[in-house]
């Protein structure tokens, strides 16, 4: 604990000084780069703040690199006396000797002894934990309250003003939006589920299309992030007051480097409109507020400071070469600045040290580095493929028993044993060849690992992570040529008997069916998802649905669904995991594209992409429309907000495959 205090001293020392050089540099950055340049510098200070190291752990990590260089440089200067060998110069800043001197504290039965440096260390962590631990409970009480007496908006202007700055700005993230008598001026909330909150009051669409672009750009650079970033990186440093100066101008940056992405490419009227929004909208006092959000007033020489940067006609540079240079600064700082425990000097043994030295530097030139242990030990004869199959296997293999079993401590893998063991001369008209292997993990504590169905270890940790030598790879031969077909895992028999051969039959069969089976592929929450899919023909359509997702539904009775519309809708089902989810197929006959897409309007929906989306509360209602031959298919979905990148992907991908 004390080594992380002082490593941290060291690193607000270092930090401390770039804040005092970028504070008397400010008038000329401002006027120079954009605001974006500083709001990322500070963000890597906050980062560097966080980070326990000093520039003694740096040294230490770098010794090995630059052992070999310092070795050949000693054998070189052996001969000359008169030059002996120089460490590099460094600042330490070193503890008074009082701090570590014990202190003895009287108690009732006994006396006990601690030192002042143990004390500072105490209430150093005492005070990070009061202050970030007040910050999150006033966040979370000024966020319930916002809850209890704020309501989800439904304003369909609002709401889809939010649907296409989204679209506008790429945002991927979903946003619930709702307005409140308690905020004091608009905001953006939530680490993981962002909310949008708005005071109660009326606002133009001019004034709405600035505020919601102002939070939502707060929202795609996670902004509210960055601040409990910057607060957590103060709580380590509260003891500093330049750190606390740091995070103030850390976050006047924030606010303009923000204003400057919502007015780019907005000419000088426009700029004006927007300064006008802020001046109407940010009250000058807020009693309650909360540091984790955008809720920002910074008084009126603050946003005197924002209007004139707004309303700067000059363009200004590209500031990446001064954010490059406070990275190496600090860099350098770090490794030149540390601090230390003052204490009485050993006595010195020169004779002994050297010897030492001698014996270290004759060790270490005489140490070879070991050669590398062979993962894969095979028959000379095993081909490159079937080694490059096995590898495979028991990567997988070991990947998924790290994941799933981490209590074995796995951390490394081998094949034990790979070699040919049986030959199909004629198996459904082929040529196969029969590969048996076994694999093994190393476990770091042997003593924990509960062996069961049928694992086995050795003596120095390597697990048998199931029966030993059970594992084959089946490959179909062609001349020299190796095709691999499958694998299997048989633990009751062997390649060529009965048992063997009908499982191997089954796996085969099983493989040849799953290639003929239709997939469905799309991107759900990130990934590449494919689910095996079955051609659903409906009344006039034909389109792909993955299985066991969704079962067919009774529609007469859904709340939401326009009373009008029922005489069309065919077809509905519902998501089996989440009966919030559905999608429904609505036929408008006779009806051209364009028709149906004026309908949809006229009920609220807006044309994103290829789709119209309506957002009531944190429900999302989508339209697919495909165009007949003489009339319009309607694809209708409805799920919730954070259903949008899972769901909603899903959905789309069901409806590409549609056809009349």
Request: hydrophobic share 40%; glycine share 6%.
């Amino acid at each position: 604990m004390t080594n992380i205090f002082l490593s941290v001293l060291a690193g607000s020392i270092s930090v401390s000084l770039i804040t005092v050089l970028l504070i008397a540099l400010m008038p000329f950055l401002d006027k120079r780069y954009a605001a974006k340049w500083k709001y990322w510098i500070w963000l890597f200070l906050a980062v560097r703040l966080l980070l326990p190291f000093s520039g003694t752990d740096i040294r230490s990590a770098l010794q090995p690199l630059q052992q070999e260089k310092i070795q050949q440089t000693a054998q070189t200067q052996q001969n000359n006396t008169s030059m002996p060998l120089r460490k590099p110069a460094r600042v330490m800043v070193e503890l008074p000797v009082q701090m570590t001197a014990p202190i003895t504290v009287p108690s009732k039965g006994n006396r006990i002894q601690t030192t002042l440096l143990n004390a500072t260390v105490m209430l150093w962590a005492a005070g990070g934990l009061c202050f970030i631990g007040f910050h999150l409970i006033s966040y979370t009480r000024y966020k319930r309250q916002l809850f209890r007496t704020g309501t989800v908006i439904k304003d369909r202007r609002i709401l889809c003003q939010i649907m296409q700055l989204k679209q506008e700005l790429a945002i991927g993230r979903s946003v619930l939006p709702i307005v409140s008598a308690d905020a004091a001026s608009p905001m953006m909330l939530g680490f993981f589920c962002a909310v949008l909150v708005l005071p109660s009051a009326e606002y133009s669409a001019e004034e709405l299309y600035f505020i919601l672009k102002h939070e939502l750009v707060h929202l795609k650079r996670g902004d509210v992030s960055m601040k409990l970033l910057l607060v957590t990186a103060n709580a380590v440093h509260w003891f500093n007051p330049l750190i606390w100066l740091m995070r103030k101008e850390a976050t006047v940056d924030m606010e303009l480097s923000c204003d400057e992405r919502v007015t780019q490419g907005a000419d000088f009227a426009q700029k004006k409109a927007y300064t006008e929004t802020l001046l109407s909208t940010l009250h000058k006092q807020c009693t309650k507020w909360t540091v984790l959000s955008t809720q920002f007033y910074g008084g009126k020489k603050v946003m005197k400071k924002r209007f004139q940067n707004i309303l700067r006609k000059n363009a200004k540079k590209n500031g990446v070469g001064i954010l490059l240079f406070v990275i190496f600064l600090t860099i350098s700082l770090g490794m030149l600045i540390g601090c230390t425990a003052a204490s009485e000097p050993a006595p010195k043994a020169p004779q002994q040290s050297e010897e030492k030295e001698e014996l270290s530097t004759d060790s270490f030139a005489e140490t070879e580095p070991s050669e590398p242990e062979e993962k894969v030990t095979a028959d000379a004869d095993v081909p490159d493929i079937v080694r490059g199959e096995a590898q495979m296997w028991t990567v997988e293999e070991y990947q998924h028993a790290v994941r799933e079993s981490p209590g074995n401590h796995y951390s490394d893998w081998r094949i034990e044993s790979l070699a040919h063991c049986y030959t199909y001369e004629d198996f459904q008209g082929m040529v196969l060849q029969v590969y048996r292997m076994n694999i093994e993990f190393l476990s770091e504590q042997p003593e924990d690992v509960f062996l069961v169905g049928g694992m086995t270890m050795t003596e120095d940790g390597w697990v048998v992570p199931n029966y030993p030598n059970s594992r084959y790879l089946i490959f179909r031969q062609d001349g020299d040529t190796l095709t691999f077909l499958t694998r299997m895992f048989e633990n009751d028999c062997e390649a060529g008997d009965e048992t063997f051969t009908h499982d191997l039959e089954h796996r085969l069969a099983l493989a040849e069916q799953s290639q003929e089976t239709p997939t469905l592929t799309f991107s759900q929450e990130g990934e590449l998802c494919t689910l095996p899919a079955t051609l659903i023909e409906g009344n006039g359509y034909t389109f792909y649905q993955p299985d066991g997702e969704w079962y067919p539904c009774d529609f007469e009775n859904w709340e939401d669904f326009e009373e009008e519309w029922k005489p069309y809708l065919y077809d509905a089902w519902t998501a089996w995991n989440n009966e919030d989810v559905r999608f429904w197929i609505v036929r408008f006959e006779g009806r051209t594209l364009d028709e149906a897409q004026k309908e949809l309007q006229d009920k609220g929906y807006v044309k994103i992409d290829d789709r119209m989306l309506r957002q009531d509360g944190d429900t999302v209602y989508s339209v697919e429309l495909k165009e007949g031959q003489t009339d319009t298919w309607c694809i209708f979905s409805r799920y919730p907000v954070d259903a949008q990148e899972g769901y909603g992907m899903q959905i789309h991908a069901i409806a590409e495959t549609f056809a009349e």
